[in-house]
């Protein structure tokens, strides 16, 4: 907030001594001592005025959502989003109509939590209707004013509350405001889906998932969210595997944990409007959880107590191949978590030998096969031949010993031809 960039916008929207301030998750960041993402800054000035400051100072303006009195100034290739005050006039849950206002207390009482409520001026004072300091150093997740009101008045606030309480730790969320939340839980099927599922996805990744998603579970949340049967022990077991194994929190993969069922798949991810990426990431996860294996047995041990030999992971790296390392991963955790205190040992080795998995690629082709007079299925049928005796040979074998495995293909598809004959 201090970079060159912001100054100019700073500068021009500063003009005649207008009081111009930081306004948002900026300023929280900013006095947690945490990166700051996006900068939005507050004017008391009408949006058209604002432009023509802008303008006028050689930036360029995008009118982002200029009904609503936010434009984007864009210094130094970087945007900033620019909103006048405003004060809502009229609320449905999902969106508002908005008057412009020059108080920025006014402006303050729109927004959802105490920390967020904060302001900085470019000199370093705060401002602080509403107590959030006290709020951000205790830390307390508070809604500005009557928390059924703020929820009336954008119902998404609810799934926000028990997000920043993921983030902050459970123990941070203000008791009225959660009481509000629950009762209120009702008013999140009037919410679009999109927008539900980007708040629980984000929910998931936070560092206390596990404590919010109990929380919302126990509070009627999750139920609003998708009527489902939802297992929040198994995902503190995903998430404590996570962290045992060093693994950046996945919210498709905590899914998975949560959900713990592939016949629930597909009514979740129509509840959260997943991506068909996405969607079809968790139905795979679920649906290989129970053959996952994270240590399988070593084929070529000769006998129970034998000295596993380096090839024990051919079987790990033979289900890579089939299904994909990081689903084969996560569906491996999937199955640990289900056991909740699964030894983590084989867990690793499979973690390690994903991140470093590139798919190997069969050494002969169909055109191999239609060279030498074979067409139709029967191309499909010799390479899936060769492909299954690579595969056992743990992918070893070159071209020059695949081109011998294809003629003895090609002598069985023809013994089969000549059988059907």
Known sequence: MTGPAVAPVIAALREGGIDVRFVGGCVRDALLGNPVADIDIGVPLPPDEAVRRLEAAGLRVVPTGIAHGTVTAVSDSTGFEVTSLRRDVETDGRRAVVAFTDQWREDALRRDFTINALSLRPDGAVFDYFGGLADLDAPCIRFVGDPHERIREDHL???????????????????ASRAACSAEAARIDALSRERVGQEVLKTLAEPFAAEAVEAMASDGILEAVADT????ARFRSM??????????????????????????????????????????RLLAILQLAPDAAPDPPDPDAAAEGSAPRPGRLRAVRAAFYRHGAENWRDASLLAAAARDGADTGPLRDLVQAAAGWQRPVLPVRGADLAARGIAGPAIGKGLKFVERWWIAQDFRPGREA??????????????MEGGRR
Not at 229 to 232: F, K, R, S, Y
Not at 403 to 415: D, F, H, N, S
């Open 239 to 280: 998430a404590a595997l996570e962290a045992a194994l060093g693994l950046p929190p996945d919210p498709c993969r905590r899914l998975a944990a949560l959900i713990g069922d592939s016949g629930r798949a597909d009514a979740v991810g129509r509840s959260l409007r997943l991506s068909r990426k996405r969607a079809d």
């Open 157 to 175: 606030r609810i799934l926000r509350f028990y997000r920043f309480a993921a983030g902050f730790g459970m123990a941070a969320g203000d008791p």
């Open 229 to 232: 049967a939802w297992i929040p």
């Open 402 to 415: 695949a081109l011998e495995k294809l003629e003895e293909a090609i002598a069985l598809v023809r013994g």
